[in-house]
T-cell receptor, first 112, second 109 residues
Framework: NAGVTQTPKFRVLKTGQSMTLLCAQDMNHEYMYWYRQDPGMGLRLIHYSVGEGTTAKGEVPDGYNVSRLKKQNFLLGLESAAPSQTSVYFC???????????FGPGTRLTVL | RKEVEQDPGPFNVPEGATVAFNCTYSNSASQSFFWYRQDCRKEPKLLMSVYSSGNEDGRFTAQLNRASQYISLLIRDSKLSDSATYLCVVNQAGTALIFGKGTTLSVSS
């Protein structure tokens, strides 16, 4: 039982490049989330999904897109990376909307 | 008033000490409360949920005061391995969990 996994662990992009972060969970959770964590800002919700085929915007969705084609996977895309998107990205899943989140190990992204 | 507020610390305590963290929240309709632990450069990990009647897990005790809108975490007999950042988390509404910015604890020998 791997829990929540994320790939890649580290990535460096140049401004304007695109990339996709992959999140997978094996806990059969309906809810999945993407957060970013910046120094002094705490965790902020980017997008979330309440089930396969659904997505919704969180607190800071601009510049990101997501897809949930399979229940176990949640993808986060950056179409045109900007230095302001330099951050640590955490994927999480949960049984329900009000229950605790289980986090993946994170992806450290630097945009030059 | 910020949605979830925590004293950032750091709290510097010796091994064996008892330390308590408080967290206040602004939405009186909040229903779910949690404490998470985050080690440096690691993901947040669920430490414990916080129930209305209070709950204990080994050396850790969590309390909820709905009237004053705060939750607390008490750590007894602190260990070096307790050094981490502790995040207070509150359910806002529906699917929204609001994370506090965390309180840093450093336990020294």
């Amino acid at each position: 039982n791997a829990g929540v996994t994320q790939t890649p662990k580290f990535r460096v992009l140049k401004t304007g490049q695109s990339m996709t972060l992959l999140c997978a969970q094996d806990m059969n959770h309906e809810y999945m989330y993407w957060y970013r964590q910046d120094p002094g800002m705490g965790l902020r919700l980017i997008h979330y999904s309440v089930g396969e085929g659904t997505t919704a915007k969180g607190e800071v969705p601009d510049g990101y897109n997501v897809s949930r084609l399979k229940k176990q996977n949640f993808l986060l895309g950056l179409e045109s990376a900007a230095p302001s998107q330099t951050s640590v990205y955490f994927c999480a899943s949960s049984y329900s909307g009000g229950s605790g989140r289980f986090f993946g190990p994170g992806t450290r992204l630097t945009v030059l | 008033r910020k949605e979830v507020e925590q004293d950032p610390g750091p709290f510097n305590v010796p091994e064996g000490a008892t330390v308590a963290f408080n967290c206040t929240y602004s939405n009186s309709a909040s229903q779910s409360f949690f404490w998470y632990r985050q080690d440096c450069r690691k993901e947040p990990k669920l430490l414990m949920s916080v129930y209305s009647s209070g709950n204990e897990d080994g050396r850790f005790t969590a309390q909820l005061n709905r009237a004053s809108q705060y939750i607390s975490l008490l750590i007894r007999d602190s260990k070096l391995s307790d050094s981490a950042t502790y995040l207070c988390v509150v359910n806002q509404a529906g699917t929204a969990l609001i994370f506090g910015k965390g309180t840093t604890l450093s336990v020294s020998s």
